[in-house]
């Protein structure tokens, strides 16, 4: 999980405990980053196969990838305490995003073939898996931020300094976003795999002669 940190500090004031700030909020903002489906003609059935989770053995048509990204920037607060600081967070953003939605076509079919277009369909409808899979995470995530582990200006941690604090919140975050992108990759997983079945290639096969 990529992980940035914007930091800001509250006017001095020497505390010996950290108590609430009332005059600042916390915020969470879930936002998601789609890339351009892109289309590649250069590589055989048996490239192709060599590429999916199929195996090389496998006679692959068509074949989509994707690699998802989690990054997470935080904005971070402190007043000094008599034994370090008083650190809170007050904004954390995070992006969701693909950093490539690649669809691959084997080049022995022409782009005018029934083939081609029966393929290239196939392939549609793993592009908009991979774009519904993220966008229902988007609560789920809001809510794990929403936890009361992490330091808000209501509940200040005292620190021994700001890197303390930082690392403390890269645990924390790891913690909590961890499980989810796993889960995500693993209900994607999932969820391309039902349409990657014996039933579902006869069906794209039936559309057409000339394979």
Request: glycine content about 4%.
């Amino acid at each position: 999980m990529a992980l940035a940190c914007l930091v800001l500090f509250a006017p001095p004031a020497a505390a010996a405990v950290c108590v609430a700030q009332n005059g600042y909020g916390y915020d969470v903002e879930v936002t998601i980053e789609l890339p351009e489906v892109r289309l590649d003609r250069s590589l055989s059935r048996a490239q192709l196969g060599g590429m999916a989770l199929h195996g090389p053995d496998e006679r692959v048509l068509g074949l989509t990838k994707s690699n998802l990204e989690v990054a997470t920037l935080a904005t971070y607060l402190t007043y000094p305490a008599e034994s370090g600081l008083c650190f809170w967070v007050g904004r954390i953003g995070v992006m969701l995003r693909y950093h490539s939605l690649d669809v691959y076509v084997a080049r022995e079919y022409r782009s005018d073939s029934c083939a081609y277009r029966a393929i290239l369909e196939h392939e549609k409808q793993h592009v908009a898996i991979a774009r519904r899979n993220i966008q229902r995470y988007l609560p789920r995530i809001k809510s794990a931020l929403a936890s009361l582990i992490i330091p808000k200006a209501r509940t200040p941690k005292l620190v021994a300094s700001m890197a303390a604090g930082e690392a403390d919140m890269e645990r924390i975050l790891d913690k909590l976003m961890t499980p989810i992108q796993n889960e995500i990759d693993a209900v994607l997983t999932r969820e391309q795999a039902k349409i990657d079945t014996p039933e579902s290639y006869a069906r794209v096969r039936a559309k057409c002669s000339d394979w």
